[in-house]
């Protein structure tokens, strides 16, 4: 590859419709969480840059949620009554002290807002394919099919510290086969959990094959070293080259590292972009790396001190959703991460908090994969393609819909009865509440029609909120002191909010399901599981799901405030930007 076909999606027409979609989410999801206020303007909408001369004007229908669903050619910019083209950099200096932009953040934020647009950019020189055909894709051509990311999030492909050739390499956009880099880590500094009946040795033999252990431990035993006396450790690529290199020479001169080169199987980099599909085998686990890139408000490592925990804690979640009836007949299953690995560098812990991303430099996890459970039949996609669009409009929800055969209203039974109720079965009968966005949830697909869901990325963030859910002392961890009313809203924000808000817009524009419907079926759905388990009715008093309304939680202010630290997981709620409240779409129904 020459240095200008790196950048060959970069072009004029690809960067301005970029500039213009991106554009039309930041005014949406702005106006959603009140950091701007549109007002109507003859069969319109405008909104006034920070001037008081410079303002943008669209047409928008306004749906349940407060949610704008504006159309991106409508949208036009203007300074004094002159016209101006788009241009999204301008847009957030435009706004930026009604954004909340410091000094420090605005150059960075800029700088995400770039790197998602060049990504943007890079999927509109991608051929077109329909989510019609998508939907009859592979899990993988899914995966790496799908092209807006988080859908509340406007700078949600920053991955910052990605130079365009290693864009290229590990985007999962760009389907790149990769290679993961394997360390020995002396004993002295590392750590390997795992859940039960999984033992290192034999568990690492079934991942790298024999010929690859035996390969790694004749390097160890050529530089006079004990196999015996290290761990091995999966790396991402660029944190390797980047980091590790470099930031622990000292582990790597001093022999405490030992760098044994590339697995021979070959992985896919996932939405999350630190995880990894083994394409060789299947069958294998996934692994999660630690990568030290800002992509949406975290840099994206691993604590070697949270690896230690976590085998124990998602092999109590599978036993909890193995042995509880409600969330068994549902068909929910979660992907475990079964082992993990950690590697402490002592000095860098000495001189930081706990916080400090230079204690997440150097850990890796093994997380089960959903393919050895489908039955003949069956197919997986990432949840996240329900909010896919493609390049004509068509929705990938909207494609299942017409695959299965089934009338709209029944197809959405079939998916909340198998993604909605076990959540709302964790929180009412246990406190327990996952985080499940599109990307942490892979369904379980026949002939279009969704058979169940699986849950994953569990021991980071799964949290029990009911101080009395017993958890054994290893899991301790997760519980989390939330205030009462702040409970609920893992249910209103994450799901509602931050999910079907989209799903139920998007079915609506496109004429397969009226909003109306959407949420009566959500209501049906919610009051079939209630009746089901009348033991826990003064739970749900307790907990309203029907309630009017609902506080406002933005993600949109955390990243504007912080992108780099928006949340401490070990105290979400202490975090949260509530402003002002929404109606429910529930209430009433």
């Given at each position: 590859m020459t240095l200008s076909d790196a950048v060959?999606?970069?072009?004029?027409?690809?960067?301005?419709?970029?500039?213009?979609?991106?554009?039309?989410?930041?005014?949406?999801?702005?106006?959603?969480?009140?950091?701007?206020?549109?007002?109507?303007?003859?069969?319109?909408?405008?909104?006034?840059?920070?001037?008081?001369?410079?303002?943008?004007?669209?047409?928008?229908?306004?749906?349940?949620?407060?949610?704008?669903?504006?159309?991106?050619?409508?949208?036009?910019?203007?300074?004094?009554?002159?016209?101006?083209?788009?241009?999204?950099?301008?847009?957030?200096?435009?706004?930026?002290?009604?954004?909340?932009?410091?000094?420090?953040?605005?150059?960075?934020?800029?700088?995400?807002?770039?790197?998602?647009?060049?990504?943007?950019?890079?999927?509109?020189?991608?051929?077109?394919?329909?989510?019609?055909?998508?939907?009859?894709g592979s899990f993988q051509d899914i995966e790496s099919g799908m092209t807006e990311g988080h859908p509340c999030f406007v700078a949600n492909n920053g991955r910052l510290g990605f130079g365009v050739h290693e864009y290229l390499s590990y985007a999962p956009e760009t389907a790149s086969p990769v290679r993961l880099v394997w360390l020995a880590a002396h004993r002295s500094r590392a750590a390997f959990t795992a859940g039960a009946g999984i033992e290192y040795e034999s568990f690492l033999r079934a991942e790298l094959g024999a010929d690859t252990v035996e390969r790694f431990h004749g390097l160890l035993t050529g530089r006079g070293l004990d196999p015996a006396d290290h761990l091995l450790i999966p790396v991402h690529p660029w944190q390797w080259w980047n980091k590790l290199a470099v930031t622990f020479a000292a582990e790597v001169a001093r022999g405490h590292l030992v760098c044994l080169g590339e697995g021979g199987d070959e992985y896919l980099a996932q939405q999350s972009v630190r995880t990894f599909f083994n394409t060789s085998h299947p069958h294998k686990h996934y692994v999660k790396t630690a990568l030290s890139v800002l992509n949406m408000g975290f840099t994206r490592g691993l604590s070697a001190a949270y690896m230690e925990a976590t085998p124990a804690i998602n092999d109590w979640l599978a036993r909890l959703v193995e042995n509880d009836p409600v969330l068994k007949s549902t068909g929910l299953t979660v992907i475990r991460e079964r082992a993990a690995v950690g590697y402490r560098h002592l000095e860098y812990e000495a001189a930081t908090d706990r916080h400090s991303p230079y204690r997440r430099m150097l850990a890796a996890l093994w997380r089960e994969s959903p393919v050895p459970s489908l039955r003949e039949g069956e197919s997986l996609a990432t949840m996240a393609a329900l909010l896919h669009v493609d390049h004509a409009g068509a929705s990938f929800a909207g494609a299942l819909v017409e695959r299965s055969g089934l009338p709209p209203r029944e197809w959405l039974r079939h998916y909340l009865r198998a993604y909605l109720t076990p959540l709302l079965h964790s929180f009412y009968a246990y406190g327990l509440v996952f985080m499940p966005h599109g990307e942490n949830v892979i369904l379980v697909l026949a002939d279009g029609v969704v058979r169940r869901a699986v849950f994953k990325d569990i021991a980071e963030e799964i949290a029990v909120l009911d101080p009395d859910t017993a958890l054994p002392p290893q899991v301790a961890r997760i519980r989390v002191d939330v205030p009462e009313d702040h409970r609920l809203l893992s249910l209103f924000t994450d799901v509602f909010d931050c999910f079907f808000r989209f799903l139920a817009a998007n079915l609506a524009s496109e004429g397969v399901l009226t909003e109306d419907g959407f949420w009566d079926t959500v209501a049906e759905v919610a009051r079939e599981y209630q009746e089901s388990v009348p033991e826990l009715a003064g739970r749900f008093e307790r907990y309203d799901l029907f309630a009017p309304e609902f506080a406002l939680s933005c993600l949109n202010r955390l990243q504007l405030r912080d992108n780099r630290q928006m949340v401490d997981l070990a105290d979400p709620s202490a975090a949260l930007q509530l402003v002002g409240t929404l109606d429910n779409p529930l209430a009433g129904r």
């Amino acid at each position: 590859m020459t240095l200008s076909d790196a950048v060959a999606h970069l072009t004029p027409g690809h960067w301005e419709r970029a500039e213009r979609l991106l554009i039309r989410k930041a005014l949406a999801e702005f106006a959603h969480e009140r950091l701007i206020a549109p007002r109507p303007d003859g069969d319109g909408y405008t909104v006034t840059g920070d001037d008081g001369r410079t303002r943008y004007r669209f047409t928008a229908a306004r749906r349940a949620l407060d949610h704008w669903q504006i159309d991106p050619g409508s949208i036009t910019r203007h300074r004094d009554g002159a016209a101006l083209p788009l241009a999204a950099l301008d847009f957030f200096t435009e706004f930026r002290s009604s954004l909340g932009l410091s000094d420090e953040i605005l150059p960075v934020y800029l700088e995400e807002i770039s790197s998602t647009l060049a990504s943007t950019c890079y999927k509109l020189a991608k051929p077109p394919v329909a989510s019609a055909e998508l939907a009859r894709g592979s899990f993988q051509d899914i995966e790496s099919g799908m092209t807006e990311g988080h859908p509340c999030f406007v700078a949600n492909n920053g991955r910052l510290g990605f130079g365009v050739h290693e864009y290229l390499s590990y985007a999962p956009e760009t389907a790149s086969p990769v290679r993961l880099v394997w360390l020995a880590a002396h004993r002295s500094r590392a750590a390997f959990t795992a859940g039960a009946g999984i033992e290192y040795e034999s568990f690492l033999r079934a991942e790298l094959g024999a010929d690859t252990v035996e390969r790694f431990h004749g390097l160890l035993t050529g530089r006079g070293l004990d196999p015996a006396d290290h761990l091995l450790i999966p790396v991402h690529p660029w944190q390797w080259w980047n980091k590790l290199a470099v930031t622990f020479a000292a582990e790597v001169a001093r022999g405490h590292l030992v760098c044994l080169g590339e697995g021979g199987d070959e992985y896919l980099a996932q939405q999350s972009v630190r995880t990894f599909f083994n394409t060789s085998h299947p069958h294998k686990h996934y692994v999660k790396t630690a990568l030290s890139v800002l992509n949406m408000g975290f840099t994206r490592g691993l604590s070697a001190a949270y690896m230690e925990a976590t085998p124990a804690i998602n092999d109590w979640l599978a036993r909890l959703v193995e042995n509880d009836p409600v969330l068994k007949s549902t068909g929910l299953t979660v992907i475990r991460e079964r082992a993990a690995v950690g590697y402490r560098h002592l000095e860098y812990e000495a001189a930081t908090d706990r916080h400090s991303p230079y204690r997440r430099m150097l850990a890796a996890l093994w997380r089960e994969s959903p393919v050895p459970s489908l039955r003949e039949g069956e197919s997986l996609a990432t949840m996240a393609a329900l909010l896919h669009v493609d390049h004509a409009g068509a929705s990938f929800a909207g494609a299942l819909v017409e695959r299965s055969g089934l009338p709209p209203r029944e197809w959405l039974r079939h998916y909340l009865r198998a993604y909605l109720t076990p959540l709302l079965h964790s929180f009412y009968a246990y406190g327990l509440v996952f985080m499940p966005h599109g990307e942490n949830v892979i369904l379980v697909l026949a002939d279009g029609v969704v058979r169940r869901a699986v849950f994953k990325d569990i021991a980071e963030e799964i949290a029990v909120l009911d101080p009395d859910t017993a958890l054994p002392p290893q899991v301790a961890r997760i519980r989390v002191d939330v205030p009462e009313d702040h409970r609920l809203l893992s249910l209103f924000t994450d799901v509602f909010d931050c999910f079907f808000r989209f799903l139920a817009a998007n079915l609506a524009s496109e004429g397969v399901l009226t909003e109306d419907g959407f949420w009566d079926t959500v209501a049906e759905v919610a009051r079939e599981y209630q009746e089901s388990v009348p033991e826990l009715a003064g739970r749900f008093e307790r907990y309203d799901l029907f309630a009017p309304e609902f506080a406002l939680s933005c993600l949109n202010r955390l990243q504007l405030r912080d992108n780099r630290q928006m949340v401490d997981l070990a105290d979400p709620s202490a975090a949260l930007q509530l402003v002002g409240t929404l109606d429910n779409p529930l209430a009433g129904r």
